[in-house]
């Protein structure tokens, strides 16, 4: 069974920086659209940012200039790196993996437990 785990979430203060990482199980991690989703309470999970199998992205317009997506296929990880956060950004942060670019949460097959991320002001 593919496993994807999110590590790096914390506590940070407005301004600060987080950096995300999702490490894949299985080594078809190279072929999979790899993406990031957060959810608040009472919400539906939001599309932050995508990276595909070729390294095309895609961001979310409340990221853009703050957030960058990466991965290292050599490793079986993706990051997010996260800066100048703040209390908006307050959320649990999903990694997931999928065939296509896809900016819906439909579209991706596998799913992490979650790392949370709280910005305090």
């Known amino acids: 069974q593919v496993r994807l785990v999110e590590t790096g979430g914390g506590r940070v203060q407005a301004g600060g920086s987080l950096r995300l990482s999702c490490t894949a199980s299985?080594?078809?991690?190279?072929?999979?659209?790899v993406a990031w989703f957060r959810r608040t309470p009472g919400k539906e999970r939001d599309f932050v940012s995508l990276?595909?199998?070729?390294?095309?992205?895609d961001y979310a317009d409340f990221v853009k200039g703050r957030f960058t997506i990466s991965r290292d296929n050599a490793k079986n990880s993706a990051y997010l790196q996260m800066n100048n956060l703040s209390p908006e950004d307050t959320a649990l942060y999903y990694c997931?993996?999928?065939?296509?670019?896809?900016?819906?949460?439909?579209?991706?097959?596998?799913w992490g437990q979650g790392t949370p991320v709280t910005v305090s002001s």
């Open positions: 997931a993996a999928g065939a296509s670019s896809d900016r819906s949460a439909l579209a991706y097959n596998y």
């Open positions: 990276i595909g199998s070729t390294g095309n992205t």
């Open positions: 299985e080594r078809a991690f190279s072929m999979w659209v």
